[in-house]
């Protein structure tokens, strides 16, 4: 009994053991066949190489590549991948057989009789027995970057085209980064400032070198600032000093522009050195020839005038019609010589101010009086909106006068019907004055325009209407040299609307 008991205990333990090796050669071949899932399924290229750099296996995608040359396995690779005899001078996976190591490199991809076809990036790594953990073979992983080298390839070529362009430009052009290192910097900024990019990279802060003004180098940072912040161009002048000791005024103009994520300024340099002293000659010249033509004007309009008095004798009507004309044109040449002389003063700094409480509604009601004639030969309208509690500024009444009398002169003389209208009001620390009319306006695209020098629009070309193309650009300086503002709003016949501020007196 015991030995069937014996017998019958070893039956049921084989029994067990063929179940347990079923269970096992199953769970293997499912898990076989998992892997043979994922080797095949990847995109990439895969090729596993014994010792001898004989193809072992490769994936559908390697088949797909090398379709010229299958069957791949039992060849050699690189007889199959680069239809030589002899291996490859640079390859990484010899260099990971003898060595042990991964090791990657960029290969062609070869067609029928070795033609390049593509480009791949070859990694290869050491297969490793399990039990012995020697080197048995390579398994190679190859990507397809075709399409990437192409891509870079007309990248590095748009770039080359790029800095032959930059270099070219007569221009200075910079490209800054974040950390206020230069990544572009072309030839002819090197001319401009004497310093190479490693030059003007070494410095801890380029500006303080280049622009030894505080004032000026605050221009430029205030600039830059504006530009990453808000986007858009924004220009400023400054004198630079460059390495050999020379001085020049630039133009910088800096504008945003994007790498990524990364905000980087890009900045124009233009010398305008000779324009600034051509400017300066002829601001000179006209400074000088308005002071020589003062003289014999004031001579031949007071000698009108005691012509017209008839102090010298009797003369008749006609005579005293041509005598109004010249006197008429005399004082129009005294205007536009004033005129020449205030933007010349204006433009050297040399035109003073001297600030005093003055009452803008005093000085408006005195300037409307002069125009009182004029605004009833022509039939309009006028009317006034001045605040209670006062309209005091802190100003140069002579100056202020002689911007309300422009734009006053302006509304009378380009509105032939309608009205006048002046406003005064506060707005908190300064006082807002607005002249505004209902004549032909002003077409939009030109009212970026309108305080230009020498500027004549639509609204000059009428018989006896036509000025210097001063007057506004004189009224916007000495508004902004008392620290006002002015601005225009308006559109082809549908009227003007000019609005300065001046500070209040406290």
Avoid at 60 to 84: F, I, N
Avoid at 86 to 102: D, H, I, K, S
Avoid at 280 to 303: A, C, N, Q, W, Y
Avoid at 340 to 360: C, N, P, Q, V
Wanted: charged share 30%; glycine share 8%.
């Amino acid at each position: 009994m015991d030995q069937i008991r014996s017998l019958k205990a070893r039956m049921e333990r084989l029994e067990r053991l063929r179940s347990e090796k079923a269970l096992a050669e199953e769970r293997l071949k499912k898990e076989e066949s998992f892997l043979s899932s994922v080797f095949f399924s990847i995109q990439d290229g895969i090729s596993v190489l014994d010792k001898d750099m004989n193809i072992v296996l490769v994936n559908p995608t390697m088949e797909h590549w090398y379709s010229h040359a299958m069957p791949l396995v039992g060849k050699k690779c690189y007889t199959a991948y680069h239809s030589r005899r002899t291996p490859c001078e640079v390859c990484p996976t010899r260099r990971t057989l003898r060595e042990g190591g991964a090791a990657r490199q960029i290969v062609p991809r070869r067609g029928t009789g070795g033609k390049i076809t593509g480009w791949l990036d070859l990694y290869s790594f050491p297969l490793i027995d399990a039990k012995t953990k020697k080197i048995i073979g390579a398994i190679e992983y190859v990507r397809d970057i075709t399409d990437k080298r192409i891509a870079e390839a007309k990248i590095k070529e748009l770039l080359m085209r790029l800095v032959a362009v930059i270099e070219h430009i007569d221009e200075g052009i910079t490209l800054t980064d974040s950390q206020g290192h230069f990544v572009i910097y072309n030839s002819k900024m090197g001319d401009l400032t004497g310093y190479s990019v490693e030059e003007a990279n070494s410095f801890k802060d380029f500006m303080i070198k280049l622009i030894p003004d505080t004032e000026g180098r605050d221009k430029v940072r205030e600039s830059a600032e504006k530009a990453l912040e808000n986007g858009g161009v924004h220009e400023s002048e400054v004198l630079i000093k460059a390495k050999d000791g020379t001085e020049k005024t630039l133009l910088i103009s800096n504008s945003l522009t994007r790498h990524s994520d990364e905000k980087m300024l890009l900045s124009v340099y233009r010398d305008i050195s000779r324009y600034k002293e051509l400017d300066r000659l002829k601001d000179d010249f006209i400074s000088m020839v308005s002071h020589e033509l003062r003289t014999p004007l004031s001579i031949i309009k007071e000698g009108i005038n005691i012509i017209i008095d008839e102090i010298p004798g009797k003369i008749n009507e006609q005579q005293v019609k041509i005598l109004a004309s010249a006197k008429a044109n005399v004082e129009r040449l005294s205007r536009i010589i004033n005129d020449l002389l205030d933007i010349s003063k204006i433009e050297a700094g040399r035109l003073d101010i001297s600030r005093e409480k003055t009452s803008l509604e005093g000085l408006i009601k005195q300037v409307l009086g002069y125009f009182e004639n004029k605004i009833k030969g022509k039939g309009l309208a006028t009317g006034t909106n001045f605040p209670k509690e006062g309209s005091d500024v802190y100003a140069d009444a002579e100056r202020i006068t002689q911007v309300v009398t422009n734009l006053l002169d302006n509304a009378v003389k380009f509105t032939d019907k309608g009205r006048i209208d002046i406003t005064i009001r506060r707005s908190g620390r300064m006082i807002e004055c607005a002249i505004s009319d209902t004549g032909i306006g002003i077409s939009r695209e030109n009212l970026p325009k309108l305080f230009t020098k020498f500027q004549q629009f639509e609204r000059a070309r009428r018989p006896g209407d036509r000025g210097t193309g001063l007057g506004l650009s004189i009224a916007k300086k000495i508004v902004e040299m008392h620290g006002g503002k002015i601005w225009v709003e308006s559109d082809s016949g549908k009227g003007t609307k000019v609005t300065f501020t001046l500070p209040r007196s406290s």
